[in-house]
């Protein structure tokens, strides 16, 4: 396949500039010409072709299934974009005054309200423009707490299964990272914890259901023991596919929190698009959350800046509104009982493929699991390893499963089906598995060398982190 630049003829071309009021035969002016702008001479139909092939070569949720543990990559209903297309939300400026704005204001204030419902946390921000950014608001709001009550406590406590933003948002707050070590069965290692626990710890983070894909059986002692030391207790509930009207994130002793839309509420994600990261809160740290927040006054719905405790703004305008919009419908079409069933087929859904490949795949904990569940690749046959199975399955039509996280499993594969597959596709998926461990053991190039049927064969992943070209130069 030629590159745009490959294709250049000079001459061809696919444009009609407007002469924007320079006469024929008069130059541009200097300071206007774009000089250094190599771009290729290519006509119209060829430009549309190239493009066009080249979105096909992508994989995303509408292609197939799409197991990536963690990112919770489900279908996302496509009423939510018709209702993210609705002119009165796309065409509302962002300064407009109030009265213009009383529909976003309105279903901003009411998504707040459902994530409060979901998770029994007092009030939401939806302003955060991703997870990340929602743990570090939220470790920004912890940091302040302290500040006003005058101490000065510097330690963070992370699960050595979080995911890498925990540690990252803690760290680009000031605080110093204690990482709490796993049980082999999964859950945090209790007298760990009681070993590092002290008055400087500010609070833990933990994820809820963890990244194994378990929830911890001990929830609510590591929460009083965090209490005693006036410590906050932090979710990362990123992935709340579990527990939707299942389990209220604040009944298991949580005081902050936050959610990706784009993971749980089924907002389009991955290639760095817009998500949203809201964050929750106990009613002690409502007045932490950053300005503005929506609220609902008598003359409708506004933007309340007069918080004077706020941390501050931390995006700009309301926030990334289109993204709230789908997670808006989604909620509104789906209903509390809605929710709670996507939760019951989430867990049924993981629980089916845990059952169908534990015999044939390395399980490091074997218990009923959440929404997602880990497997390994010890113990596979002709040294073929998770990576290799990861672009295996890429040449049968799926997305590979989240590879060589978390951590703490050596060559890990987290698979997250969601409750949006059908039990057809799922037999499929099982199906291409044991396919691929039996290649494995038979004609283990096949996998070893995958993949065969994409547009680009087995990258030199050596090559390419030890001479990487990150621009394309004509030779
Ligand atoms: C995805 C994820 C995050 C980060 O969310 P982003 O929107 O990618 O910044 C944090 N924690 C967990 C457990 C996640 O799965």
Known sequence: MKTVFEMHEPGKNAYMVDTYGIAEGEEIPAGLLRDELDLPDINEVEAVRHYTYLSTLNFGVDSGMYPLGSCTMKHNPKINERTASLPGFTSLHPMAGRECAQGTLEMIYELGNYLSGV?????????????????????????????????????????????????????????EVKSVPSTPEGDVDMDALKEVLDENVAGMMLTSPNTLGLFDRNIHVI??????????????????????????????????????????????????????????????LEKYLPVPVVEKGEEGYFLNYDRPESIGRIHSFYGN????????????????????????????????????????????????????????????????????????????????????????????????????????????????????????????????????NLAFKKVDAVTAARKPVLKWTKE
């Open 223 to 284: 929460a009083d023991l965090l209490h005693e030391k006036d410590a906050l207790f932090y979710c990362d509930g990123a992935n709340l596919n579990a527990v939707m009207g299942k389990a209220r994130i604040n009944d298991m002793g949580f005081d902050i929190m936050h959610i990706n839309l784009h993971k749980t509420f089924s907002t389009p994600h991955g290639g760095g698009g817009p998500g949203a990261g809201p964050i929750g809160v106990v009613s002690k």
């Open 321 to 452: 509104v289109l993204v709230m919009i789908r997670a808006y419908t989604y909620i509104r079409m789906l209903g509390a009982a809605g929710l709670r069933e996507v939760s019951e087929t989430a867990v049924l859904n993981a629980n089916y493929l845990l059952a169908k490949l534990k015999d044939h795949f390395y399980l490091p904990v074997d218990r009923t699991c959440m929404h997602e569940f880990v497997i390994s690749d010890k113990g596979m046959p002709n040294h073929v390893t998770t990576n290799d199975i990861g672009k295996r399955i890429l040449d049968y039509g799926f997305h590979a499963p989240t590879v060589y996280f978390p951590l703490i499993i050596e060559g890990a594969m987290m698979i997250e089906p969601t409750e949006t597959e059908s039990l057809e596709t799922l037999d499929t998926f099982v199906d291409t598995m044991l396919k691929i461990k039996e290649e494995a053991e038979k004609d283990s190039e096949l996998v070893t060398g995958a993949p065969h």
């Open 119 to 175: 998770t029994g946390m007092s009030r939401f921000s939806i302003a955060p423009a991703a997870g990340a950014h929602g743990e570090l608001v939220a470790v920004m709001i912890i940091k302040k707490y302290f500040e006003e009550k005058g101490e000065n406590r510097k330690v963070i406590l992370i699960p050595d299964s979080a995911h890498g933003t925990n540690p990252a948002s803690v760290a680009m707050c000031g605080f």
